[in-house]
Antibody
Framework: QVQLVQSGAEVKKPGASVKVSCKAS????????INWVRQATGQGLEWMGW????????GYAQKFQGRVTMTRNTSISTAYMELSSLRSEDTAVYYC???????????????WGQGTLVTVSS | DIQMTQSPSSLSASVGDRVTITCRAS??????LGWYQQKPGKAPKRLIY???SLQSGVPSRFSGSGSGTEFTLTISSLQPEDFATYYC?????????FGQGTKVEIK
């Protein structure tokens, strides 16, 4: 069965960086894009960016450009999202999600990781 | 990035009510839009894709319409299990964006 298992909760100080991992299993890792979405407590979903695990190509939301880096290690079927220059507003649950195109051009976040809480506090 | 303005941010409704949620795009996005439902503590679930196509397994009381810049999600007869938060997601450009969400609460 398809699973995305994320790394555990993190507490960081303002200005630091955090790197969240997302280990995929149950499918061919390089066949599906991975996207990252975050959600602050009681707030909405915020799309951060995508990565193609086969090519390593990425695309980021303008808001995070310059602060976020999405990478992968295909030998262990793991995607990573690193966010730098953290501030308190970055406190949120970060999710990885697999994207399928089973309905043609239209992307579907069909599997999600369990979420990683990142707390930024001095 | 394309901005998605979703309204209302919340609404109260009763079981059996017809509910409509709107998303407006800051520029034309054809029909490159999906609707997702999220319940507390759960991952979002896609209801609609291509603005108006029903995801397999989703009840037919959910429907979507629109193209270009204005889109709607309609629940024809609200059921107890539909109380949740709903988001639109545009994927027209290589930078995607969610609407701010609409929380549907019990009146």
């Amino acid at each position: 069965q398809v699973q995305l298992v994320q790394s555990g909760a993190e507490v960081k100080k303002p200005g630091a960086s955090v790197k969240v991992s997302c280990k995929a299993s149950g499918y061919t890792f390089t066949s599906y894009d991975i996207n990252w979405v975050r959600q602050a407590t009681g707030q909405g979903l915020e799309w951060m960016g995508w990565m193609n695990p086969n090519s390593g190509n990425t695309g980021y939301a303008q808001k995070f450009q310059g602060r976020v880096t999405m990478t992968r290690n295909t030998s262990i079927s793991t995607a990573y999202m690193e966010l730098s220059s953290l501030r308190s507003e970055d406190t949120a649950v970060y999710y990885c999600a697999r994207v399928s195109y089973s309905s043609g051009w239209y992307p579907h976040f069909d599997y999600w990781g369990q979420g990683t809480l990142v707390t930024v506090s001095s | 990035d394309i901005q998605m303005t979703q309204s209302p941010s919340s609404l109260s409704a009763s079981v059996g009510d017809r509910v409509t949620i709107t998303c407006r795009a800051s520029q034309g996005i054809r029909n490159d839009l999906g609707w997702y439902q999220q319940k507390p503590g759960k991952a979002p679930k896609r209801l609609i894709y291509a603005a108006s196509s029903l995801q397999s397994g989703v009840p037919s009381r959910f429907s979507g319409s629109g193209s270009g810049t204005e889109f709607t999600l309609t629940i024809s007869s609200l059921q107890p299990e539909d109380f949740a938060t709903y988001y639109c997601l545009q994927h027209n450009s290589y930078r995607w964006t969610f609407g701010q969400g609409t929380k549907v609460e019990i009146k």
